[in-house]
């Protein structure tokens, strides 16, 4: 292990076997097609400061990039306001190198440096459970899988009636997407941004390759111009025999309610498909409210996405917004790298929301973990008491934690990355 050296920057030119090293580790093929239209996607924005390598005899066996992204947190009035995190990605370390410290050593640098940076969290999407809790991260919030089965006797949607979809082309997409995600995404607390850039690389637009099977896109217009994005694929063809095609729904993206029931109302009549798969959904998928029988829709699967890890707590902490108005003097623990303890003082109205140091007598004893895990209002300090790291010091206090940090949809992040 000697000849192990740790590099950070890691400059762009290294990026094609250094990116070879993530996709060996992250069951990808660093040989076949896709692979340099994934190097064009990372390349285009590289940051040498924020990537991190392992090397051994001139061969990367450990990657860790992060990239400066913003979240949407509780805002005012149950909207969202923004909040500008450290975001973890591309975190590999070579099967002959594993479980020798590569990970920490790589991890501790890039959480020291987002600190020093004034970040005031770090998110991430865990490939596994076990690995992230033990650097201070915790699941923060969850998605889901669905089935639609569109033929079913109590599935059909019916339109709105104040709007209208078309296909469209990628190319005309792409002039529109931005901007609807944008609004869309200001409904939902946890969606992580996509900038123009991401949109451009999703659709293969300016020079960039679409990745994978090109999808049928549509655009929902009301009286306000666009508002809705729907991009879905076959997965099954039909049979002349009567049996339905498959299809799998990539993007559906909706600034408005009427937006949401018209791109519902699309997918309802498709024909020769009977079953339509929806992965990175939210765990509340609202449109069981619009199905004349909600059990056309089956969740097949919920559980962890997006990790969060607090960095600063007054600064996470006075960056949202909460569902009542109160005090809290929570005194936050067990930050082995001593981020996120410390005592607080949280003070909020409707409008307003402050959390400074404090010497006074705490309400609550929170593990830091625990805090980020109820940070983004998608799970109660009760629910997650069981696991320990939530001990209530005043009574009333969790109650009063819970409604205030309490939001009224789930969080939900619909951007990997
Ligand atoms: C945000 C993202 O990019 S998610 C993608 C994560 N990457 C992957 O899953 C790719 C495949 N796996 C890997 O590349 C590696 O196994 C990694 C990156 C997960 C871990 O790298 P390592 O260098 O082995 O981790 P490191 O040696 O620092 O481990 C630290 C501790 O975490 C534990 N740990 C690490 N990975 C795992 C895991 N997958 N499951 C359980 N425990 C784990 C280790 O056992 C060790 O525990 P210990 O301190 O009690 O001995």
């Not at 009427?258 to 449109?287: C, H, N, T």
């Not at 303890?341 to 949280?346: F, K, M, S």
Request: proline residues 5%; hydrophobic residues 40%.
């Amino acid at each position: 292990m000697s000849d192990i050296e740790l590099v950070n920057p890691v400059p762009v030119e290294e990026a094609r076997p250094w990116l070879a090293a993530v996709s060996t580790a992250l069951l990808g093929d660093p040989y076949d097609d896709d692979f340099s239209r994934r190097l064009a996607r990372w390349t285009s924005d590289w940051i040498a400061e924020r990537t991190w390598g392992a090397r051994s005899s001139g061969r990367w066996v450990g990657t860790l990039a992060t990239e400066p992204r913003r979240i949407t947190v509780p805002g005012p009035d149950g909207g969202t306001g923004e909040l500008a995190v450290d975001a973890l990605t591309g975190v590999t370390v070579g099967v002959t190198h594993r479980r020798r410290g590569l990970l920490t050593r790589m991890i501790t640098e890039s959480l020291t440096a987002a600190k020093e940076r004034g970040d005031a969290a770090s998110i991430l999407i865990a490939a596994e459970w076990p690995i992230y809790g033990r650097f201070g991260y915790a699941p923060a919030a969850d998605d889901a899988t669905y089935t639609y089965y569109s033929r079913h006797s109590g599935a059909a949607i019916t339109p709105s009636g104040t709007g209208s979809v078309r296909q469209v082309d990628p190319a005309e997409l792409g002039e529109h997407a931005h901007r609807i995600f944008a609004a869309a995404r200001a409904r939902r607390v946890g969606q992580v941004d996509r900038s123009e850039l991401w949109w451009r690389r999703s659709l293969g637009l300016g020079g960039f390759e679409r990745i994978g099977k090109t999808p049928n896109y549509y655009l929902r217009e009301g009286s306000a111009g666009p508002d809705g994005v729907l991009a879905w694929r076959t997965t099954q063809d039909f049979e002349l025999d009567g049996s339905l095609g498959a299809a799998e729904v990539v993007e559906l993206v909706a600034a408005n309610d009427d937006a949401y029931r018209d791109l519902w109302a699309l997918l309802s009549g498709l024909d020769v498909i009977g079953k339509i798969r929806l992965p990175d959904r939210p765990v509340d998928e609202q449109v069981r409210w619009l199905l004349p029988d909600g059990r056309a829709l089956k969740r097949t699967y919920s559980g962890d996405q997006t990790w969060l890890r607090l960095l600063d707590v007054p600064a996470a902490l006075s960056a949202r917004r909460y569902s009542v108005p109160g005090q809290l003097v929570i005194d936050v623990v067990g930050d082995s790298m001593g981020f996120a303890d410390g005592r607080v003082l949280l003070e909020a109205d409707g409008a307003a929301a402050s959390c400074t140091r404090t010497e006074a007598s705490a309400d609550l004893r929170l593990s830091h973990r625990a805090l980020a895990a109820s940070y983004l209002g998608g799970r109660t300090l009760r629910q997650l008491a069981i696991g320990g790291g939530v001990e209530e010091l005043r009574a009333g206090a969790l109650v009063r934690a819970d409604a205030m940090f309490g939001t009224g949809l789930a969080p939900w992040n619909a951007t990997g990355f």
